[in-house]
């Protein structure tokens, strides 16, 4: 039932977003980023701690690629079995329940990121158990998880 719910709010927001353009969103244009009819380059960083950090360590951070010229950060939104200090999503009802307090962490490091006009990535979920990932929603809804071999 929560699937169905979910499926439906994301196939709606899909199709009333679809073929509209968004200023100042990164789109693609064959082989190159483009902002704004621009082509753009960009060079980054992955990081999953801005999502427990202190607001001081986020800004130390964030100020640390400014400085390198790094506009954009792939930075982690989740942490679906972590601690309730740290975790994003409350798994422990039959419904799936937002922790509006860790929320506002991720709030807080996007508006410090557009600060310094660095672009951000949100990671929801993996595919570590480490963090929870993938297998937490699809136990939670009902499936299977199925771990891959790895190659």
Aim: net charge neutral; aromatic share 12%.
């Amino acid at each position: 039932m929560h699937f169905n719910k979910i499926s439906a709010l994301l196939l709606t927001l899909a199709t009333s977003v679809a073929g509209q353009f968004r200023e100042g969103f990164v789109q693609t244009d064959g082989t190159n980023f483009v902002v704004d009819g621009c082509k753009r380059y960009f060079s980054g960083s992955n990081t999953y701690y801005l999502m427990v950090s202190s607001h001081e360590r986020v800004d130390l951070a964030l100020e640390a690629y400014a400085r390198h010229n790094l506009n954009v950060v792939r930075a982690w939104a989740f942490c679906d079995e972590c601690e309730d200090a740290t975790r994003l999503v409350d798994f422990s009802g039959p419904e799936v329940k937002l922790n509006s307090l860790n929320m506002e962490k991720v709030d807080y490091y996007l508006a410090a990121a557009a600060q310094r006009n660095i672009r951000v990535v949100l990671t929801l979920t993996n595919n570590w158990t480490d963090y929870g990932g993938m297998d937490v929603w699809v136990k939670k809804f009902g499936g299977k998880y199925v771990k891959l071999n790895k190659a």
